[in-house]
């Protein structure tokens, strides 16, 4: 291979080293010109992801929150999964992740999404509003993680819950005790995990 094709190739290394290096300092989001990353392969197979769809437990009509949707890897199968009497907002603090989203939602002919440009915990979610809520490897990305979840337990109706899905993978992840010790001071009671530690998911209840 010729020496300028190894070039960009490290250079492409380097910074996607970086990113995780920074993320890992700042809690920073995967940033958009890192999307790709995201979306290639089954919507429903990726470790610990496919789970979390089953975790959902979706059922026609349901309003779901896809927090931090990013390109909506998730999305996609959650809109199909509620149906069009469901409802998905699909919320993220980046336009350019809320674009590509959107534009995928549109190629597959849903019309039940509606995104949200917004971060977690700024109060944008509607109070008494979802039958379930998602955060797939996002919560460990969210600066003011109590804020967050604060905001997603007024946003669950009573008897929802929250899905949280980690995959060690992830600069961001987050160890179960942790998710517990946050669930607990923000309202959030701890429910079933399944998985272990490379990847799991764990359902946060609103009683």
Partial sequence: MSAWIWIPLAAF???ILFWRYGARRTSAPCPTWMAWMLEPGSEDKPLGRGRAIEQLALAPGMRVADVGCGPGRLTLPIARAVGP??????????QGMLDRM???VAKAGLANVRPLLA????GKLPKDHFDRALLSTVL????????AL???YGALKRGGY???AEVIGDPH???????IELSTRTGLRPGEIAGGFFAYTMRLYKD
């Fill in 13 to 15: 290394v380097a910074l």
């Fill in 85 to 94: 009497a469901g409802e998905v907002v699909a919320l993220d603090m980046q």
């Fill in 102 to 104: 959107s534009a995928r």
């Fill in 119 to 122: 971060g977690a915990g700024e």
């Fill in 140 to 147: 460990g990305e969210i600066p003011d993680r109590e804020s």
């Fill in 150 to 152: 604060r905001e997603i």
């Fill in 162 to 164: 929250l899905v949280v």
């Fill in 173 to 179: 992840y987050q160890f179960k005790k942790k998710v």
